[in-house]
Nanobody, 116 residues
Framework: QVQLLESGGGLVQPGGSLRLSCAASGTILSANRMGWYRQAPEKQRELVAIITVFGSTNYADSVKGRFTISRDNAKNTVYLQMNSLKPEDTAVYYC??????????WGQGTQVTVSS
């Protein structure tokens, strides 16, 4: 069982930045990939960014060039640097760890609100 704990959410003005952190209770090196998802009110949860155990990354088109996912294996932590935030980025952001079939874990989520 792996527990994921997100932090770093909050209220920010349009154009501002936030950095989300996801601390894992176990080694993230055992995960095939780690990712960030988000869910806005009355919308389905969507993929934001993923990073594989090899360091490869992939982003949703809506955040490319603005968001950066990274990992610190020594700290078992995954980050999401979010720049040039827009109101449409407002959502609950969830950390996800894919450790293999039947071993997928989610954090409790952290709220990000972009508003003036």
């Amino acid at each position: 069982q792996v527990q994921l704990l997100e932090s770093g959410g909050g209220l920010v003005q349009p154009g501002g930045s936030l950095r989300l952190s996801c601390a894992a209770s176990g080694t993230i090196l055992s995960a095939n990939r780690m990712g960030w998802y988000r869910q806005a009110p009355e919308k389905q949860r969507e993929l934001v960014a993923i990073i594989t155990v090899f360091g490869s990354t992939n982003y949703a088109d809506s955040v490319k060039g603005r968001f950066t996912i990274s990992r610190d294996n020594a700290k078992n932590t995954v980050y999401l640097q979010m720049n040039s935030l827009k109101p449409e980025d407002t959502a609950v952001y969830y950390c996800n760890g894919d450790y293999g079939i039947g071993y997928e874990y989610w954090g409790q989520g952290t709220q990000v609100t972009v508003s003036s």
